[in-house]
């Protein structure tokens, strides 16, 4: 096996990075972005639009919503709505609330 095969981890679960959700908000949430990534597989666009439009309609408006993979970000959000988790690997979400 090649040493970058090695040092890569991959993982097909969840992976919650940081939240600031209440619990019941979260584990939707998770799932939401969970079945929104594999619907869009290859298209984070898609997957991003579907995760904010479902969070508007569930949760009230004004949720913003990123799906790619490495970058970095600092947001201003409203107090207990931010999600950050990573999906299929190294598939980021970062999920915030902020109106």
Not at 14 to 25: A, I, K, N, S, W
Not at 30 to 43: F, M, P, T, W
């Amino acid at each position: 096996m090649a040493l970058e095969a090695q040092r890569k981890i991959i993982h097909s679960y969840p992976l919650v990075r940081h939240c600031e959700l209440p619990e019941d908000l979260k584990n939707d949430a998770v799932e939401l972005c969970v079945s929104a990534c594999d619907k869009n597989s290859g298209d984070n666009e898609g997957a991003a639009r579907l995760i904010k439009e479902t969070l508007d309609k569930k949760f009230g408006a004004a949720w913003h919503v990123v799906v790619g993979e490495s970058f970095g970000f600092e947001v201003s959000h409203e107090q207990n709505n931010l999600l950050y988790m990573f999906y299929s690997g190294s598939l980021a979400v970062c999920a915030w609330k902020c109106s």
